[in-house]
């Protein structure tokens, strides 16, 4: 452990910068052994900060040599500055001044991937949030807006290809022979939005032409044996981009847009102006090496990036605790856009589950915070889920209470009031406020406020008056510094059906409709509707209108009624998961209690039904049979049993497999898509229910149902086919699993995504010597533990091995640990990420429990980077 720990920074704390940089000059002499960076920096002190004599004070990191420091072009003497805790302090500065500075960074040994490194033969940056210092001394901080020029200086045999934001504006020769390239960007923009590309790379061209007739230059840029699969990425971008121009009215602003894919990458992808780069996983994408998962990744991703041009660049964050001002208004962009482009009901059931398993799980652990986060310690760890998804929810919200119509009006007021400028969360909602005529004074909790509200519903009928009366209350658990909770602003939609499934007009407060949007905002409220005839049964936060957990005692017969016949598709899925669940718990129980399983599943008659109605959408018919995730199953539960939540699903699946064997076999015939593989929804939709027929019936272990998954495995045209039938096989435990496992690789060993989905699966594998195979994996020469796709794709599918990681003895906890401390310096955002799962230590049954706890003490004692430091001491606090 260290002597002093990092400390955390404050909201609260926000002062404006004492100094602006008006202009950022850059100029970057590329090498594989040092690369020089000079800066001319023109500064001056803030009118706004009030402070006329502080020092000037520029963040650095550890891996910057400063070679020299001129002011005015002045050398400065050793007496005016000093370099403390990675900090360049200049004692005394003029009013307005040009500040020169010259660094020398080696960004072939920069493994933690924040800044200026090489990823295969190119360099490439990651500047947000805190990586711009990693490249040489500056104000590290979103609100200091600066017009930047980028001169990079490089070899032209090996780096032909130079990038920076903006446009090219220059181009020559240097006396020793080297390429002189000059990129200037009009825009005022954050260090964090800065970004670089030099390597040898193909690319691809397109042309967009936005609403008001300006051509667009696009292009995409790969090492050149990936270029030929950037053509559904490049489609994706244009419809993004005329999306935009539809539903927001935002039009591209510079006159060409880059997108760069790059192999090693912390996160998804970035949005640098004008120059977005992409792990290549989430851009790549052709039919025999990508499933259609991916491509709709791809697409949204794409999309994501794209649609920050407005929502983070033109208008950006103030400080890092408005990360979710861009980013959760962003994720509600890239959802309606992809809702748009296939099934809204789909994406909705999609991006729900997602939240309910893995926010809801981040919500109620040590690390839960709110929206807008009082404080951290390293920022890179809060690009979470709560900021991201239910970030997202909130704006989400704010569209529900406001309309369409209006939502629009303050997205065009937020743009129009703030472009150009670094703003807050409250920014946001005053425009929308201003808007649209709405309050939303309480409604601004939601920021502020860290949890997943329960929302419990009760009601009652009086039979002689036609009214139904719908109790509602809220409570939201305390978390990690908030104690005590104040009720939210929430809105629920909700609608009644008779008991044949028929929607039931009704009058609440003066509205008849046959659905009603309930403003539940103090702790308990009562709504009364009037104008039935008998009791209906409630259809409860339609659409999921708000992040909240809903506690209403359905009957069997009520769910049942609602998955067959609900008007609103995604409470129809909500329905027979709410089911499942149910089943599901008396299962986990019976395993816990060491009894036999015994159940009758209801979902049997409901299942026959759904599987034998041609006019259902495919994809939601099979997003209805599966069954709810291990995770999502952990989250619900506490204490948390992972052998027996995976025995008790295997149980049910098994026993609706013999149930419906037929049924399965038939769809699964049925859903055949032929001919070429396209990523359009109808033909997703049709492999998605196949598929999930297939897992199904193979387990009914019928030498039919083996048979058609092996040869789905040899003879499919398509990444999606194949890699299920192998899936399917690996969780079955196909008599031919390991062939298959091993046949695939063979395969498919020279495409490095498809070898990462090898390892993911590979690790996933349950058996008794998990940990020995996953350990394997790390030996194979297809690993590499400075690719975060390798490292994630080995671990992340071992930490879903229920018998490898959670073995009794913790030797699964244990290795987990050892490969924290390995990558804690080398790699901390890596590191930290990986930490997850051993954050959930408290919910664990009490023996492994403590096994984990033991290996959260023993990362404890070591020497940590602040990523995981602050994630391990948060988990044990
Ligand atoms: N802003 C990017 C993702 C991103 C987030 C964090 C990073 O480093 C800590 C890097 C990139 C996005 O939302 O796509
Ligand atoms: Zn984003």
Redesign the pocket.
């Known amino acids: 452990m260290k002597e002093s720990q990092p400390s955390a920074i404050f909201l609260k704390d926000y002062t404006v910068p004492p100094f602006l940089i008006d202009k950022t000059e850059l100029t970057f002499e590329l090498d594989e052994a040092v690369t020089i960076v000079t800066s001319r920096l023109h500064m001056r002190r803030n009118p706004a900060s009030g402070k006329s004599t502080c020092p000037l004070v520029l963040d650095g990191g550890e891996e910057v040599k400063l070679v020299g420091v001129a002011m005015d072009d002045y050398p400065l003497p050793p007496e005016e500055y000093r370099i403390s805790e990675d900090k360049l302090i200049i004692t005394a500065t003029a009013d307005e001044f040009i500040l020169t500075c010259e660094t020398v960074i080696e960004p072939q040994n920069n493994t933690r991937l924040?800044g200026l490194y090489r990823s295969s033969s190119m360099f490439c940056t990651?500047c947000?949030?805190e990586?711009f210092r990693h490249i040489t001394y500056y104000l590290d901080r979103p609100d200091v807006m600066s017009v930047f020029t980028t001169t990079i200086i490089a070899d032209e045999a090996r780096y032909p290809v130079m990038l920076s934001n903006g446009n090219e504006v220059e181009r020559g020769k240097t006396d020793e022979g080297k390429t002189v390239v000059v990129w200037h960007d009009p825009f005022p923009k954050p260090a964090y939005l800065f970004a670089l590309v030099a390597g040898d790379l193909a690319v691809k061209n397109d042309v967009f032409t936005t609403q008001s007739k300006r051509d667009i230059k696009l292009q995409i840029f790969t090492e050149s044996h990936n270029i030929d699969k950037v053509d559904y990425a490049m489609e994706a971008l244009k419809r993004s981009m005329r999306w935009d121009e539809q539903v927001y009215g935002r039009e591209y602003d510079l006159d060409i847009f880059m997108i760069v894919a790059v192999d090693d990458f912390?996160?998804?992808?970035?949005?640098n102006k004008g120059l977005n780069i992409f792990n290549s996983s989430c851009l790549l994408a052709s039919p025999e090496t990508t499933t259609d998962d991916s491509y709709l990744r791809v697409e949204a991703?794409v999309a994501?990036?794209y649609f920050?041009n407005w929502s983070?660049n033109r208008v950006t964050c103030r400080d890092w605790f408005q990360l979710s001002l861009?980013?959760g208004f962003?994720v509600f962009r890239d959802q309606t856009f992809s809702a748009d482009m296939h099934s809204e009901t789909v994406k909705r059931v999609e991006d729900v589950s997602f939240l309910k398993t893995a926010q809801f799980a981040e919500d109620a652990g040590p690390m839960a915070h709110p929206v807008r986060p009082a404080s951290f310690i390293e920022?890179?760890n809060f690009?979470t889920l709560t900021v991201?998804e239910k970030g997202a929810e909130i704006v989400r919200m704010i569209h529900t209470l406001l309309g369409a119509e209006k939502f629009r009006a303050g997205s065009d007021l937020y743009f129009e009031r703030h472009d150009g400028q670094a703003v807050t969360c409250d920014d946001f909602l005053a425009a929308m406020e201003d808007a649209s005529g709405v309050d939303l004074a309480q409604f601004k909790r939601w920021y502020s406020q860290a949890g997943t509200p329960i929302v419990t519903v009760t009601d009652t009928f009086d039979e002689e008056t036609g009214t139904y009366r719908l109790t509602i209350t809220q409570d939201t658990p305390p978390t990690p510094a908030q104690p005590t909770k104040l009720p939210l602003h929430i809105p629920v939609r909700v609608g009644l059906l008779d008991k044949q499934g028929q929607a039931l007009s009704s009058e609440l407060n003066g509205t008849t409709s046959e659905e009603h949007v309930l403003q539940l905002t103090d702790s308990e409220q009562v709504f009364e509707f009037s104008g039935l005839s008998a009791c209906p049964v409630p259809s409860l936060l339609r659409g999921f209108s708000a992040p909240v957990k809903l506690r209403y005692d359905y009957s069997t017969s009520d769910l049942l009624l609602l998955m067959s016949a609900d008007a609103d598709g995604f409470n129809r899925w909500s329905a027979a998961q709410q089911l499942a669940v149910n089943e599901l718990s008396g299962l986990i129980k019976q395993a816990i209690d060491g009894q036999a399983f015994a159940l009758d599943s209801q979902l049997v008659e409901g299942f026959k039904v759904l599987l034998g109605d041609s006019s259902l959408d495919p994809a939601m018919v099979a997003l209805i049979l599966s069954l709810p995730s291990q995770a999502y199953l952990s989250e619900l539960a506490n204490p948390i049993y992972p052998a027996a939540i995976k025995e008790a699903r295997q149980y049910l699946k098994t026993q609706l497999a013999n149930a419906l064997r037929g049924d399965f076999e038939r769809v699964y015939h049925e859903h055949n898509v032929q001919g070429a593989y396209q990523a359009t929804a109808k033909d997703i939709a049709h492999r998605s229910l196949k598929n999930m027929a297939l897992s199904y019936w193979v387990e009914t272990k019928e030498a039919g149902a083996q048979q058609a998954v092996f040869e789905q495995f040899q003879s499919s045209n398509n990444m999606t086919d194949q890699f299920s039938a192998l899936s399917i096989a690996v969780t079955s435990q196909h008599d031919k699993a390991s062939e298959m496992l091993a046949a695939f690789y063979d395969q498919w060993q020279t495409e490095p995504l498809v070898v990462n989905k090898w390892l993911m699966l590979s690790a996933s594998q349950e058996s008794d010597h998990a940990l020995e195979t996953v350990k394997g994996l790390m030996a194979h020469p297809a690993f590499d533990l400075k690719n975060p796709n390798k490292v994630r794709s080995v671990l992340g599918g071992f930490g879903q091995n229920v018998a490898g990681f959670h073995k009794e003895d913790g030797s699964g906890y244990h290795f987990l640990a050892d490969q924290i401390i390995l990558l804690n310096k080398r790699n901390p955002?890596i590191a930290s990420r990986l930490c997850t799962p051993l954050t959930r230590w408290r919910k664990l049954q009490p023996e492994l429990s403590l096994k984990m706890k033991t290996e959260l003490e023993r990362i404890m004692s070591e020497d940590l980077s602040k990523d995981v430091y602050e994630v391990i001491s948060k988990s044990l606090a």
Do not use: C, D, L, P
């Not at 912390?266 to 949005?271: D, I, L, Q, S, T």
């Open positions: 924040e990651q947000e949030a990586g912390n996160m998804g992808a970035m949005e991703i994501h990036e920050h983070g861009k980013e962003t920022i890179a690009y991201y955002q």
